[in-house]
């Protein structure tokens, strides 16, 4: 059963543009929420997360806002640019066990 | 070194053969867990190593996976008899078991090939 979902699975954007990456979750025990971005060979890495209690999340670029009530979730990279360009998951856990269930992946290529 | 070290980067195996990927986690983190990464896919849940309590073997996909972790630092992933879908990356990753905004460490992984 896929508790995370998401969407889109790839997406093209051009330089300076908004890359928009969304996520829905079924578990409401989920209450921990990170991105992580992964380039070709390399492992995952946290890019930036967000708890339950907070609506939205900026780290320079980057944007995560969280919708409790719609259990979703989404990344928002302001002035997109080519070296964004990777797979970014969105993934979830729970406060009581901190494993992570990922979602599918969207693969974001940023154009010059 | 500062980061989770896996070991070996590729490994290309004959079907049936058993193969062993290693991981050495950052110092200091208590847990540990395998993930398994198929072509454009996403990360699937192998185990999970918690310090001294049982691990969480609920994502092994069959009896030929096991995993062991020793002395509270290296883990072992052992696949017996492969079989041709065994094929992928496996990522081994760690993390501190402290505070609520924990992340993930992860390797670089290994790349399974099953021929």
């Known amino acids: 059963q896929q508790q995370v979902k998401q969407s889109p699975q790839s997406l093209i954007v051009q330089k300076g543009g908004i890359s928009i990456i969304n996520c829905a979750y079924e578990?409401?025990?989920?209450?921990?929420f990170p991105w992580y971005q992964q380039f070709p060979g390399k492992g995952p890495a946290l890019l930036i997360a967000?708890?339950?209690?907070?609506s939205e999340k900026k780290e320079g670029r980057f944007t995560i806002s969280f919708n409790k009530s719609a259990k979703q979730f989404s990344l928002h990279i302001m002035d997109s640019q080519p070296g964004d360009s990777a797979t970014y998951f969105c993934?979830?856990?729970?406060?009581?066990?901190?494993?992570?269930?990922f979602g599918g992946g969207t693969r974001l290529m940023v154009k010059p | 070194g500062a980061g989770v070290s896996q070991s070996p980067s590729n490994k290309v195996t004959e079907k049936g053969k058993d193969v062993e990927l290693r991981c050495d986690p950052i110092s200091g983190h208590t847990a540990l867990y395998w993930y398994r990464q198929s072509l454009g896919q996403g990360l699937e849940f192998l185990i999970y190593f918690q310090g001294n309590s049982a691990p969480d073997k609920s994502g092994l996909p069959s009896d030929r996976f096991s995993a062991e972790r020793t002395g509270g630092s290296v883990s072992t992933l052992t696949i017996q008899r492969t079989q041709q879908e065994d094929s992928a990356v496996y990522l081994c990753?760690?993390?501190?078991?402290?505070?609520?905004?924990?992340?993930?460490?992860f390797g670089s992984g290994t790349r399974l090939t099953v021929v």
């Open positions: 990753a760690s993390s501190l078991d402290s505070g609520f905004n924990y992340g993930y460490t």
């Open positions: 967000i708890r339950p209690d907070v």
């Open positions: 578990n409401t025990a989920f209450d921990y």
């Open positions: 993934a979830a856990s729970m406060r009581a066990g901190n494993m992570l269930t």
